[in-house]
């Protein structure tokens, strides 16, 4: 599995908020409240003390307090809550990077990841392989330097590695337009991948020092945890040219899961013939 402790209260609250924001809840927020009191009371270790009478005097206590032989709404409440819960995983979010569901028989919700990782690192979700059908994100690099030139040289592998991956990846890749726009901006993996719509994510920081430069990358699961990652010291030469080689020498390197069944050994020196013949030079 993908991960063996269960998500952090982070990642709880964070689908607490995509809960919120669902077609299932927008017009339900006292079934939301009722959600969000169960949820935040398990965070904060309190869980097992959740009883129809707690739930009743926190929400539905009216002048008199909550009496559960006369009234049956936190009841009525909690299987409304687990249908609606069940509607929303089935449909929106179905891919969300973390499950919160209400078990018969208890106020206490449960918590879930929604994925986990065959043995070529590919992202299995209710057990079927999704390398196919959902897609692939390539965030800006990041550069580790204030220097316009850095970044210029950034945002070129970012481009070229988007180009490379659209013509050899069987993953359908996010449009740059939407990635651009997390560019010196901060996020969280989470919330990108929801928006994004896919389950991985490449990431790539880039550093220099004299004419040397380093490029580190990782692939991230939904919820931002690494599940490769690999470093690549940078070609010298026209700027131009030393992307292109980077950029086909990250797919080069990538899991097989996000190439599928296309080739990519010769990547390498189909981008060397490309500079000898267009740029006239060695690489």
Known sequence: MLKSSPPDAESVRAELTHLKDSSEFVRCSTLYTFLRFIVDETLVGRGDTLKELVVGDALYHGRNGYDPRIDSTVRVEARRLRRKLAGYYCGDGERN???????????????????????DGGIVVKGERLANRIGLAIMPFTPLATDDELD?????????LIFALEQHSTLRLAPRMMVFQYRNRAYTVPDAARTLGVVAMLHGTLRRDGARRRITVELTDPQGFITWSDRIDGFAGDPIQAQEQIAQEIVTRMPSWVMGDRPTTSLSQKAKRYAQDVFRCEP
């Open 97 to 119: 990077p973390v499950r919160i569901n209400l078990p018969v028989g208890t106020y206490r919700p449960s918590f879930s990841w929604n994925y986990s990782q065959d043995q």
């Open 152 to 160: 210029s040289f950034a945002d070129g592998i970012t481009d070229e």
